[in-house]
């Protein structure tokens, strides 16, 4: 009997282009007849329905195409994001607005409609289609997952539209004198009352500097708790995550 429902169930679905149909056979029957087939299904339709919403080649004027994400913004980070996994040295190296660029030009790819003045003002709205997040391909979500694990671990804040270049330039490597910093805060005013600033990422390391409370600071790296800062004077050093906050406005 059990075999006869399935049976019928299956082909109720079998020629549907609604992958929640076959998604709900695999949950009812996850050990079914045709769950290869249902997998195969929901990866076939999945893939015409990406290729269906990619945008027709943009040209530059002199015949030549470009990518939807470059017509949209500056030079991606990671042109192959939507192909392959990225690795997580090859994101450690890279600035929280890297960072933050490679993890929402996936997104501008798929033609989502940003609603922050700092994604409109870098990606713009030409190709914009959908407010939808649930559009990224398997390889992005989990490429996106990564990046985003990387800004936490360097304590990356939010971005502002100062952190960039107008759209179609890359983004610049450097802190701009205005725009977010992240600041010194937590400590004990019954203590010694300042966060150190370390010559390497370690508590026995020789000391550059004393940095009070509010102390601005731009992240550059991070190694476990530690952070790698610079200064406003263009000092560098390391100092312990615990104690830095994001961000302000100067």
Not at 116 to 121: F, G, K, L, M, R
Not at 129 to 141: F, M
Request: hydrophobic letters at 35%.
């Amino acid at each position: 009997r059990e075999k006869e429902l399935e049976l019928a169930f299956w082909n109720s679905i079998k020629e549907s282009p609604n992958t929640g149909l076959f998604r709900s056979y695999l949950q009812q029957y996850p050990r079914g007849t045709f769950v290869p087939i249902a997998r195969a299904r929901i990866e076939e339709i999945e893939a015409k329905i990406a290729a269906a919403k990619a945008p027709p080649p943009v040209t530059n004027g002199q015949g030549q195409g470009v990518s939807e994400t470059s017509a949209r913004g500056p030079a991606p980070v990671f042109a192959d994001s939507a192909r392959r996994n990225l690795q997580e040295p090859e994101l450690t190296r890279l600035a929280c607005e890297q960072l933050w660029l490679a993890r929402n030009e996936m997104f501008a790819r798929n033609g989502y409609c940003f609603g922050t003045s700092a994604a409109q003002q870098v990606f713009g709205t030409r190709g914009c289609t959908t407010s939808r997040q649930d559009i990224l391909s398997p390889v992005e979500i989990q490429n996106m997952r990564l990046i985003k694990a990387v800004e936490d671990r360097k304590a990356c804040g939010a971005i502002t539209t100062a952190a960039f270049a107008p759209a179609g330039r890359s983004v610049s490597q450097s802190q701009p004198a205005g725009g977010s910093w992240h600041y010194v805060t937590g400590l004990d005013p019954k203590g010694d009352n300042f966060l150190a600033l370390k010559v390497a990422p370690d508590v026995r390391s020789e000391r550059i500097a004393k940095m009070g409370p509010d102390t601005l600071l731009k992240i550059l790296n991070a190694r476990g708790d530690w952070r790698q800062v610079e200064l406003r004077d263009g000092r560098t050093g390391w100092a312990h995550s615990r104690y830095i906050k994001c961000c302000r406005e100067q």
